[in-house]
């Protein structure tokens, strides 16, 4: 919550005389990739791979193969073996109508 605030003493023993001071932390949302597979009919073979190019100073950095059904787990792991992605969370839908298939993976 942006509006809870916690107070911590911070004037330590080796801090005598040099007055107190405060420690401020901010919280900002991750940022949200969504990637997405379409298709005019359902998919059921095949995978593909991520690529990040020029990202926290790596000129490019790929994925392993993810495949069309991965689940949010396979998903995770594929990008958290990434060197330049982190701890990631994976949401998944599905929809199907007529004639479309579409495939998303919220990271």
């Keep these: ?51 990040l190019i020029n990202h ?9 193969h993810i495949a069309h059904d991965s689940t949010p787990i396979s998903f995770k792991v594929a990008l958290e073996e990434m060197k330049t992605v982190g701890e990631a969370k994976i949401e998944v839908s599905e929809k199907m109508e007529t004639d479309a298939y579409e495939k998303s993976w919220r990271i």
Excluded: M
């Design 56 to 64: 926290q100073g790596v000129e490019e950095d790929i994925s392993g």
């Design 1 to 51: 919550d942006v509006n809870e605030r916690d107070h911590f003493d911070t004037n330590g023993i080796h801090n005598q005389g040099l007055g107190k001071g405060k420690v401020f932390s901010f919280y900002s949302q991750p940022h949200v990739q969504i990637v997405t597979l379409q298709s005019d009919e359902i998919v059921t073979a095949g995978s593909f791979r991520l690529k």
